[in-house]
């Protein structure tokens, strides 16, 4: 990186010599960008993967073998089909940058733990080649390639994406629960704990806060996202509700579904958020905001998917309206 004016200076400070004359000191000159870091995409997507651990661990405890099975696969398609892709296309084999790895887990943590296993590799494929490869590779895909896995799945195959057991018995999901207005509700510290039915890596809320915090320890990610999200939804679900005006809960509402894993760990993906923090809080808000939306009003009885899918798409037009002017940039006349 260049050095400051300020620093040149003090470097040129007695450097004279009986002439009088300035002794320039030595300079490395090169290209940008000259802000460098001893971060890659393999450092960041190993973070993220050990932040995922606490949530697989919880997945493996309530949901056994099946879990496990789950994430195997789904980890192993998505790795694989990107090296086969790269191969094939004659491309740098990029596996090694962990991203792939992180894509198959993400999947994973989205699928219910009796999904077939075919079904899991094919979401992993779709995933990888079709909303990644396609595009670009890392950096160009326009939305998050587990979330577009997951719609994908969820479209092909309702049933199998919408079965949940816990214990090996069939159960419905909390948000399911609330939805159709019947039924008995795990408790809070149940679904906080993650003793409830559902998708493999959102149940348990408190596996997910410990991966929150070490992403802010290793500065990976900024609270900016995952806390106006979350913010959102428990605000505007305890002043919606679910039948009526101030009916809602919305402490219960955050700590069930799909909305911790959402907004930790997909809401903050680099691709597909806006650059700026005022474009950040601008997507965590409409991601609120359309996944309330979804689970109050909708048929559907969960929408982060949706909603952040549908964010990633407005992040163009948030960039344009949300970045500064560029310092010295003069208006155009008439404006």
Partial sequence: MSETSATVSQKTAGQTGNSGKVKMPMLTLSSSPHIRTNESVQTIMRDVLIALLP?????????????TLVMIVAVAAAVLSEYLWQR???KDITVGDLSAA???????????PTMPLWMVAVGSVFAVLIVKQLFGGIGQNIVNPALAGRAFLLAS??????????????????LAILKAGEGTLPTLSQAFIGNIGGCIGETS???LLIGFIYLLYRRVISWEIPVVYIGTVAILTTVIGRNGFMT???IYEIFTGGLMLGAIFM???????????????????GCGIIATIIRTIGGYPEGVSYSILIMNLCVPLIDKFATPRTF???KKHGK
């Fill in 157 to 174: 195959w309702p049933i199998a994406m919408t079965t949940w057991t816990l214990d090996g018995a069939t159960t419905a999901t909390p």
């Fill in 102 to 112: 992180v894509t198959g887990l993400l999947l994973a943590f989205n699928v219910p």
């Fill in 328 to 330: 010295g940039e003069a």
């Fill in 205 to 207: 809320a408190l596996a």
């Fill in 55 to 67: 949530a697989a661990l919880a997945g493996i405890y309530f949901f056994k073998m099946r879990a």
């Fill in 267 to 285: 809401a903050t993906d680099y691709t597909t958020t806006p650059m700026t923090k005022k474009g950040q809080v601008i997507f965590a808000l």
């Fill in 248 to 250: 809602g809960n919305g």
């Fill in 88 to 90: 094939l296309t004659h």
